[in-house]
């Protein structure tokens, strides 16, 4: 029955593309997808012009406004985690998953991206050679694609904190200069919290307001510079299979199976399989990432984000007690910490993620939640908010 449902996603999924700007148009909100050109610091690829997907989700009466004031506290850009691309992370065009579309809704342009190395944005070369996958999960592969290990034929992780901040200031400026405005928000999920993060280090000029949904590569004791060596020692590719993304790391967190719909898993694998279509040819297919050098997220890179933050954590995610610590590190006197009864990591594709998209749409239109701007909150199985 799985495998039927999936085959039916798949081939469901397939035509979405081509579809999406009409259905999209019928209901008065746009996609727009883009590819905006950067100067790769990456590295292996250093100095090479890439591309880097960016989708837009918009009011059809929006889009008609001219730029500059229209736009101002309306902007905001999403930046996906270690595995699922922009696209699978924000914008499941399923019934109400879509993130990016309910903030559309609310009256914002929202944007989304792929970092390198992830979905439409440019993969570097060096991902595309199995002998290059990590060493402990080249037998996820094996024998199909890989009859036997191999040593890396480029040996270092392949980005890091400079490049990642990079690519962002790259769609962060385009956007700005798209929309006429010399802000915008920023919400990042998982290793987007780190990506945002770091940038917000970097440029804290050009973020009005911030959300963070789970950061993961947060600690106190991070190290504050780059390693002395970059690019740092390793492989340049990590995977993910359905047996480890979905099954282990959603499925098995998951203590209240009734917050994931039916069939809602085998759609997300399906999807998977579109989001990399060399990936899904590996082993038993799954999602190729980027390996990467992280530093500055600790407790000094904390205290640089001074903008308005909220930061909202499933009670099943095992980051909690990490973003209990970066909320209190945080440097902005406007914080907000949401704990999300029943969640996991991957809250965006269960019942919950409800209070996902309505918590982030009050915060990142009033600067604050429930009319608060400070205090710890708990969101009941019912999606119901209160003050712990």
Not at 144 to 151: E, Q, S, V
Not at 204 to 214: H, S, T
Not at 224 to 247: E, I, K, N
Not at 316 to 323: G, H, Q
Request: hydrophobic letters at 40%; aromatic letters at 8%; charged letters at 20%.
């Amino acid at each position: 029955m799985a495998h039927t449902f999936a085959s039916m996603a798949l081939a469901a999924f397939a035509g979405l593309a081509a579809s999406a700007l009409a259905q999209a148009q019928t209901a008065n909100i746009l996609t727009i997808d883009r590819l905006v050109e950067h100067t790769s610091t990456v590295p292996a690829i250093k100095g090479e012009k890439v591309s880097l997907f960016v989708r837009e989700r918009v009011a059809a009466s929006m889009l008609e406004s001219p730029p500059g004031k229209p736009f101002e506290r309306k902007v905001v850009l999403m930046v996906h985690g270690g595995f699922s691309p922009a696209t699978l992370a924000f914008d499941v065009q399923y019934r109400d998953y879509s993130w990016m579309e309910h903030l559309a809704r609310e009256g914002f342009d929202v944007f989304t991206m792929d970092m390198t190395g992830y979905g439409r944005s440019t993969r570097p070369p060096q991902m595309d050679d199995p002998c290059n996958l990590l060493p402990a999960q080249q037998k996820d592969i094996a024998p199909k694609t890989l009859p036997k290990p191999c040593a890396p034929t480029y040996p270092f992780e392949l980005v890091n904190s400079d490049s990642e901040s990079d690519d962002i200031n790259a769609v962060v400026d385009y956007i700005r200069k798209l929309r006429g405005v010399d802000k915008i928000s920023l919400l990042g999920w998982s290793g987007g919290g780190i990506r945002t993060g770091t940038f917000i280090g970097r440029h804290p000029e050009k973020v009005d307001r911030y959300v963070i949904w789970a950061s993961s590569n947060y600690n106190r004791k991070n190290p504050d510079s780059p390693p002395a060596s970059l690019p740092a020692a390793g492989s340049p590719t990590t995977f993910q299979t359905r047996a480890v993304g979905t099954d282990r790391r959603w499925l098995g967190t998951q203590k209240s199976p009734a917050m994931i719909e039916p069939g809602v898993p085998d759609m997300i694998a399906a999807l998977n399989q579109l989001a990399d279509p060399l990936g899904a040819t590996w082993g038993p297919g799954g999602l190729r990432a980027p390996t990467r050098t992280y530093w500055g997220w600790n407790a000094n890179g904390a205290k640089k984000v001074r903008m308005p933050t909220l930061i909202m954590v499933g009670e099943y995610d095992d980051l909690t007690r990490a973003n209990l610590e970066l909320i209190e590190d945080l440097g902005a006197a406007e914080k907000v910490f949401l704990g999300i009864a029943g969640g996991t990591h991957f809250m965006n594709w269960e019942t919950q993620r409800r209070v996902l998209h309505k918590a982030s749409a009050d915060w990142l239109k009033n600067g604050s939640l429930g009319g608060a701007t400070t205090g710890m909150f708990r969101a009941d199985e019912n999606g119901v908010i209160a003050k712990k």
